[in-house]
C-alpha cells in the first residue's frame, strides 16, 4: 500500500484529505498538536482496514518531524507528503502595523520552516518512492493583498516558492502548492471571528487532490476549484 504523511490532520482539511486517502487504500502517518483530537480523527478511519499512526506534536521541532518520518519508515516508505498545518500569526488577523513580530515569525516557522524541514527529513524515502509526491497546501492571500492577511499571506508566498524551486530541484518527484480556496474551518472562523457567510466545506476540494494523484501533472502551483472543473 502506499503511505502518506500528513501534517494538522487532526481536523478540516487534513483530516478531509485523510478520509479520501483511506478510501483509497492508503497507509497514513497523522500529525496534529493536539493528542485527543488526533486519536479520535484516527478511530474515524479505523474501519477501511489500513494502517493509521498518529504523532502529536508540533511541526515546529525538528524531533517531532523526525518521529514522523521514522513512523512512515515502519509503514515502508513514504509516496506522498502533504504539508497542511498553518499558522495565521494572529488570531483574529491584524492589520501589519499591529501584527506582533513574534505572531509572524510563528507563521513563517509553522509554514515555510517545518515545511522545509520535514521534506529535508523525508526526502530519501521520497526519492525511493516509485512515484514520490509532495503537497504543500497554499492560499489566495499568497497573490492577492487582502487587509489583515499580510502576515499570513507571506509565509504562504515563501511556501510556494519553496514548493516551486523544490520541484525544479527535484526532477524525480512531483511537488504541488494548492491553494484550496476558501473553507468552513476552524482557521478561518480564528482568522475572522463573526464571519459566517456560507462556505464549502473541506471535504468538497479533496477530489482536486486526488487528481493531482491520479493524473501527476507536472509540479507547479494549481488552484482546487481549476482541478474540479477539470
Same mark, same amino acid.
Given at each position: 500500500m502506499p503511505a502518506a504523511i500528513i501534517t494538522g490532520a487532526s481536523k478540516g482539511l487534513g483530516r478531509a484529505l485523510a478520509e479520501g486517502l483511506v478510501e483509497r487504500d492508503w497507509d497514513l502517518v497523522l500529525d496534529a498538536r493536539t493528542?485527543?483530537?488526533?486519536?479520535?480523527?484516527?478511530?474515524?478511519?479505523?474501519? &477501511?482496514?489500513?494502517?493509521?499512526?498518529?504523532?502529536a506534536g508540533d511541526v515546529t521541532d525538528a524531533g517531532h518531524r523526525a518521529e514522523l518520518v521514522a513512523a512512515a519508515r515502519r509503514l515502508g516508505g513514504v509516496d506522498l507528503l502533504v504539508h497542511n498545518a498553518s499558522a495565521l500569526g494572529a488570531e483574529p488577523l491584524t492589520p501589519l502595523a499591529e501584527l506582533p513580530v513574534a505572531g509572524l515569525r510563528r507563521a513563517f516557522e509553522v509554514n515555510v520552516v517545518a515545511a522545509h524541514g520535514l521534506v529535508r527529513e523525508a526526502l530519501p524515502l521520497l526519492r525511493a518512492a516509485r512515484a514520490g509526491a509532495v503537497?504543500?497546501?497554499?492560499? $489566495?492571500?499568497?497573490?492577492?493583498? &487582502?487587509?489583515?492577511?499580510?502576515g499570513y499571506g507571506a509565509s504562504k508566498a515563501a511556501l510556494d516558492q519553496l514548493a516551486a524551486v523544490l520541484g525544479v530541484e527535484e526532477p524525480g518527484l512531483r511537488v504541488w502548492a494548492v491553494d484550496p480556496g476558501d473553507m468552513a474551518t476552524d482557521l478561518y472562523a480564528a482568522a475572522v471571528?463573526? $464571519?459566517d457567510?456560507?462556505?464549502?466545506?473541506?471535504? =468538497?476540494?479533496?477530489?482536486?487532490?486526488?487528481?493531482?494523484? $491520479?493524473?501527476?501533472?507536472?509540479?507547479?502551483? &494549481?488552484?482546487? =476549484?481549476?482541478?474540479?472543473?477539470?
Open positions: 493528542e485527543p483530537a488526533l486519536a479520535e480523527a484516527a478511530r474515524s478511519l479505523a474501519g &477501511y482496514g489500513t494502517r493509521v499512526l498518529t504523532v503537497i504543500v497546501v497554499g492560499s $489566495d492571500a499568497a497573490v492577492t493583498a &487582502y487587509a489583515t492577511w499580510g471571528p463573526g $464571519d457567510g456560507p462556505r464549502p466545506a473541506p471535504e =468538497a476540494v479533496v477530489p482536486a487532490f486526488l487528481r493531482l494523484l $491520479d493524473a501527476r501533472p507536472a509540479s507547479g502551483r &494549481y488552484l482546487a =476549484a481549476s482541478l474540479l472543473e477539470a
